[in-house]
């Protein structure tokens, strides 16, 4: 119950592109707002984008606005959903583990206190 799977972190250039995926397996209904969050070295986690899964509203990051968007699978299935973060014109201030995050809290937006499910996490590193 609450498993999240991440995958599409790796390597890209200054300027580049890449996409993540976050797969929440278990009963859907109780994950309405799923986020994702990243860490940098010596750095404290920041929120970067979280969708409210019933209505699809967003939120994101000033830092992000307008390179990163979060999106989600449509497809009706009960037994897991998944999420996408979109990232373009990566610079090197991006570079961090990104994790993937579930509340059942519709407000929860950007608070990682207020978020239960977390992914193990995925490394993006965005060089020169």
């Known amino acids: 119950q609450g498993q999240l799977v991440e995958s599409g972190g790796g390597s890209v250039q200054v300027g580049g592109s890449l996409r993540l995926s976050c797969t929440a397996y278990?009963?859907?209904?109780?994950?309405?707002?799923m986020a994702w969050f990243r860490q940098a070295p010596g750095k404290e986690r920041e929120g970067v984008a979280s969708?409210?899964?019933?209505?699809?509203?967003?939120?994101?990051?000033?830092s992000v606005k307008g390179r990163f968007t979060i999106s989600q699978d449509n497809a009706q299935d009960n037994a897991k959903n998944t999420v996408y973060l979109q990232m373009d014109s990566l610079n090197a201030e991006d570079t961090a583990m990104y994790y993937c995050?579930?509340?059942?809290?519709?407000?929860?937006?950007?608070?990682?206190?207020?978020?239960?499910?977390w992914g193990q996490g995925t490394q993006v590193t965005v060089s020169e």
């Open positions: 278990g009963d859907s209904y109780s994950r309405v707002r």
């Open positions: 969708i409210y899964t019933i209505l699809g509203n967003t939120d994101y990051a000033d």
């Open positions: 995050a579930a509340s059942f809290l519709k407000l929860a937006r950007l608070d990682a206190s207020q978020y239960t499910w």
